[in-house]
């Protein structure tokens, strides 16, 4: 008997020098197939835990399925960049593999507590704590004035990077770096499990290292034993493909696109409605940034704006357009919209700064451009522009766009080098509640769809693997009978005679 429900195993294989440098690129299938397998695995352990959650019971076809991914991350993860255990490349397959390397199996379905779905993920916060340390990796870049891009790896990608630069060197595999990795993998997966509620025993707090679980009883019950030819005579058959599994995938397919396009509208109507609701005397508002330049001018070019068609009328989806900048300094400020054509013109030859982007400070980061820095004609004298204002303190521009590319201008009303100001922006957008309300029915709708058309696929797909069970019971040896010893002949018999 095994020590935990959750059994993952690996069988040494010596992996060669370098074919580790180009796995990322022959795994690049199975991370498309496990990206759809695994939205699929959040979404029906969310359906799972609501049936635990109403019945106490995990439902059968969502347990094997998600065991299947599972197995399926496991088997990547182990020919890959999380052990780099094997070269020997991964079946594209939820059912278990008896002679591959990396085997994962669980007992089940379970009958978990019905309150167990409201903090399994609490309880599972240490273990998550952890697993972060252990597999926390990912790349984080800064743009500045220079580039900055850093790698953060945990404890399971030094040891494998480790482990790749022995194969490199040396041609083999450290057996306690084996175990070690091993030992890693296994606290990872018992944690998804459990989190997963595919177990309701809570995962222990030690590394087991090694290829093998550890084990109470007889290596029967370890995923790949053998209780000897008997049992493997006994084994049943792995499950056969049948002619509704081309439908089934399908269906997971379709599914998790669905259900990830519900979520992502879902959220873009929550944004909707909470945006329309907190406009600002009917216009939809930035936040506050701050301006400073010490050229003649701050830009914000490429608005590029094309109406369609709707009912022989024109139609951009945005009202008027609304921008205020309020003065900091004592010089009067200009603030006008024109072609973005008529502006390049206006300060060819002039540096001036383009904004790019406002960042997390709420400054706003400005681009130079090539020339010197230097006064530019007044802008109140030239006649290109669409709306215009000018002054000190606060100013309003509305604007209402058409058909063009353009270009929205700040600078001092005399032409001077050096603005300074707090710049905000806004539009109308007719309409954005009813879209918002739209888009969040429509999510709820295709979340829906998705969950059913993934239980659906998922639940015609048995995950389950073929492992050895114990030997059938021996019946008693048949034994023919005997017949009763026929009777001696009269004449045969003796004469019992006494004295």
Known sequence: MNTYPVRVVARPDQPGRWLWLVKWLLLVPHYVVLAVLWVAFVALTLVAYVAVLFTGRYPGGI???NVG????TWRVGFYGYSALG?????????ADVPDYPARLDIDGPPTPPRWLPLVAWLLALPHLIIVGLLTGSGWSYEVTDNWRLDYNSGVLGIVVLIVAVVLLFAGRYPAGLFNFVVGLNRWVLRTVAYVALLTDRYPPFRLDQGGDEPVTGPPSSAVGGSAGPAAA???PPPPQASARTAGRIVAIIAGA???L??????IAGVAAVAIDASRDAGYVMSDEADVSTPTAAVTVEGVEIHPATVFDREYTGLGTVRIEVTSTGTTPLFLGVARESDVDAWLAGNGHDEATRVDRDGGVILRRSVGPVRAAGTPVDQGFWLASTSGTGSLRLDWRPGDGRFA??????????GVTASATAGAEVPGLGAVGAGLLTGGVVAVLLGLFLLYFGASGLSGRPALPGPPPSQPA????PQPAPEPAPEDARVPLTTP
């Open 233 to 235: 005579a006994a084994a």
């Open 408 to 417: 929205v201008v700040l600078a001092n009303a005399d032409g001077s080098p």
């Open 69 to 72: 991914v599972l197995r399926w």
């Open 261 to 266: 396009a519900g979520v992502g509208a879902g």
């Open 477 to 480: 040896p048949r034994v023919a």
């Open 63 to 65: 347990f094997d399925f």
């Open 257 to 259: 696109l669905m259900f």
């Open 86 to 94: 094997t070269d020997r490349y991964p079946p594209f397959t939820l």
